[in-house]
Structure formats: structure tokens, C-alpha cells
């Protein structure tokens, strides 16, 4: 089954940190470009940070800029998304995507995992 899991998400406090995963199963993600968006309760999906298939190029949401950090291994076939200084506000459901850059960005993509849930409170 050719699909992308996502890991790492959870509660955790104000200022703390997070690693999220998205592994690929029954595909390579080293052709892809990966980006991450999320989506809180009653709001829009939102991308976060896309990465290039070689890794080369990265991009974040103003939101998170300095406090996110995207990385990939292709030979893991999985993608990162390191989450530092945690605020409420990025508390959602975080879901990674692949396909295109072109097709990212306009919210389109291959695949879709199913979302891993982050929640930021004391």
C-alpha cells in the first residue's frame, strides 16, 4: 500500500519541542518534494514548510520561521520537521504531503498521510 505515516506528535508545554516523521511505505520519497501543512480546529489548512526532493531548497511559513526546522533522509525514506519553541498557537494536526513543488503549493499532492496530532498547553 503506497502510502505516508506520520509520528511524533503529542502535548506538550509551552516552549518545548517536538520531531515530527513522515515515513513513506510502498514508495520512494526521494522524487518528491515534501511539505507540511496543518490545520486547527475551525481554521484553514495551512502549509508550514516545503522541502525540495534533494533537499536543497526549503521554505517556512512566517509563522514558524527560526522555530521550525525541515530535513529529509532519503536514504530513510522519511522527512522531519523539528518543532522548537512551541507556542498554543500551533497547536493542530499536522499532515505531510508529496508530489510536485508546483502542485504543493496550491495544496495539491500525490500523497497525504493522515495527520499526527501536536498539542501545545501547560
Known amino acids: 500500500q503506497l502510502q505516508l505515516v506520520e509520528s511524533g506528535g503529542g502535548l506538550v508545554q509551552p516552549g518545548g519541542s517536538l520531531r515530527l516523521s513522515c515515513a513513506a511505505s510502498?514508495?520512494?520519497?526521494?522524487?518528491?518534494?515534501i511539505r507540511w501543512f496543518r490545520q486547527a480546529p475551525g481554521k484553514e489548512r495551512e502549509g508550514v514548510s516545503f522541502?525540495?526532493?534533494?533537499?536543497?531548497?526549503?521554505n517556512y511559513a512566517d509563522s514558524v520561521k527560526g522555530r521550525f526546522t525541515i530535513s529529509r533522509d532519503n536514504a530513510k525514506n522519511t522527512v522531519y520537521l523539528q518543532m522548537n519553541s512551541l507556542k498554543p498557537e500551533d497547536t493542530a494536526v499536522y499532515y505531510c504531503?508529496?508530489?510536485?513543488?508546483?502542485?504543493?503549493?496550491?495544496?495539491?499532492?500525490?500523497?497525504w498521510g493522515q495527520g499526527t496530532q501536536v498539542t501545545v498547553s501547560s
Open positions: 504531503a508529496a508530489g510536485s513543488l508546483f502542485r504543493l503549493l496550491r495544496a495539491e499532492a500525490d500523497y
Open positions: 510502498g514508495f520512494t520519497l526521494d522524487h518528491y518534494a
Open positions: 522541502i525540495s526532493s534533494s533537499g536543497g531548497t526549503t
